[in-house]
């Protein structure tokens, strides 16, 4: 089992930068898959990244694509979202989230695909 908490989150205006950490507790980080969705009151959960286990392999929604990085340190057991050029629409709370696999080049784009979830952190863009 693996524990996620997020941090970074906060305030910022738009065309500003934030980079949110997900901190994962255990040893067998580098096994999962991981990824960062984003959720608003009202509507489903968003996928925004995916990065595989070795860190090869990236996924990103069109809506971030070009403005968002995932990236992950699986020495110390830490996941990255560099979110650049940031809009009023990217207000959410985020998540990140571990998901199983044997397989090292293997990314996730559906939550249900996703084991473990951390708390959330809320982004909130101003205009």
């Known amino acids: 089992q693996v524990q996620l908490v997020e941090s970074g989150g906060g305030l910022v205006q738009a065309g500003g930068s934030l980079r949110l950490s997900c901190a994962a507790s255990?040893?067998?980080?580098?096994?999962?898959?991981m990824g960062w969705f984003r959720q608003t009151p009202g509507k489903e959960r968003e996928f925004v990244a995916a990065?595989?286990?070795?860190?090869?392999?990236?996924h990103y929604a069109d809506s971030v694509k070009g403005r968002f990085t995932i990236s992950r340190d699986n020495a110390n057991n830490i996941l990255y979202l560099q979110m650049n050029s940031l809009k009023p629409e990217d207000t959410a709370v985020y998540y990140c989230a571990a998901g199983r696999t044997y397989s090292y080049g293997t990314v996730y784009s559906r939550s249900q695909q996703y084991d473990y979830w951390g708390q959330g952190t809320q982004v909130t863009v101003s205009s």
């Open positions: 990065i595989s286990r070795s860190g090869s392999t990236t």
């Open positions: 255990g040893p067998t980080f580098s096994r999962y898959a």
